[in-house]
Nanobody, 124 residues
């Protein structure tokens, strides 16, 4: 069992930056690939970024590539998402998720555990 607590959301102007955090407790954090997803009302939850268990492989959705950076600190059981040059269309609830596997999953069904989400609002 893994418990994920995501935080760091807020309201910013377009072009601004935020850093989201996700702290894990329970089973060995370094056993999991970790992802960030986001969701807006009435839409499916969508993939944003993923990082493998060791942190040496990452993959991004085209919509965030070059603006978002995913990272992790296994010693602190922590996952991060640095978001720069934010746009109004980045407004969503952001969720961290854990995948007990070696892959870089982009689908929600590949992830076993989820945080409760943190709201990011970008004003244009």
């Amino acid at each position: 069992q893994v418990r994920l607590v995501d935080s760091g959301g807020g309201s910013v102007q377009a072009g601004g930056s935020l850093r989201l955090s996700c702290v894990a407790s329970g089973r060995a954090f370094s056993s999991y690939a970790m992802g960030w997803f986001r969701q807006t009302p009435g839409k499916e939850r969508e993939f944003a970024a993923v990082i493998n268990w060791s942190g040496n492989k990452t993959y991004y959705a085209e919509s965030v590539k070059g603006r978002f950076t995913i990272s992790r600190d296994n010693a602190k059981n922590a996952l991060y998402l640095r978001m720069d040059n934010l746009k109004a269309e980045d407004t969503a609830v952001y969720y961290c998720a854990a995948d007990y596997g070696l892959g870089l999953g982009v689908n929600t069904w590949e992830y076993e555990y989820w945080g409760k989400g943190t709201q990011v609002t970008v004003a244009s």
